[in-house]
């Protein structure tokens, strides 16, 4: 008698260990199948933080027809599309930038217009034919270069920046348009 009180109930946790690891096997899987659409979206909300901005590349800034050929610079904003994380602004200005065409003829020279010492807005004063940083009194030639090296708070030149040959021949003025890093003497891009 003993042995069919014992028979049963060895049955029946027999049968409840399979349905414990069976239970146990489902909600494992569940859970594995339920992270996969839990994780993409995660990657997809933290993605846009985790992206990398591109190179801007080339922008169109002025035609030629607007950049007299008279030597003296002239200041012009960059306007470009720009995405911050989740938000993309269109036409929003991201900077600004000295042209000067050159005296007689087609060349011209471009300018990042943040003085390299501390990030301030550069100027360019005609009386005196040359940039002038209104925060430290760094001072550039009309080329750029610092007017007395060993004197100045600048550690460098004015950023120069590529123009698009091309593009110039058909009467536009395109620029490689980059920000540095300020307080360096070396030009690093930020």
Known sequence: MNRSRHQPSDARSAHDRRGFFTRLFAGLVGCLAGLVPAGAGVWAFLDPLERKTGEIGFLRVASIDSLPDDGIARRFPVVADRTDSWNRYLNEPIGAVYLRRLEGGSEVQAFNAICPHAGCFVGFNIEQN????????????????????????????????RVDLPKLAQGEVWIEFKNFETGTATRRPR
Do not use: K
Request: charged letters at 25%; glycine letters at 4%; proline letters at 16%.
């Open 130 to 161: 040359e940039f002038q940083c209104p925060c430290h009194n760094s001072t550039f030639q009309p080329d750029g270069v610092r007017v007395s090296p060993e004197q100045s708070p600048s550690p460098r030149d004015l950023d120069r920046l």
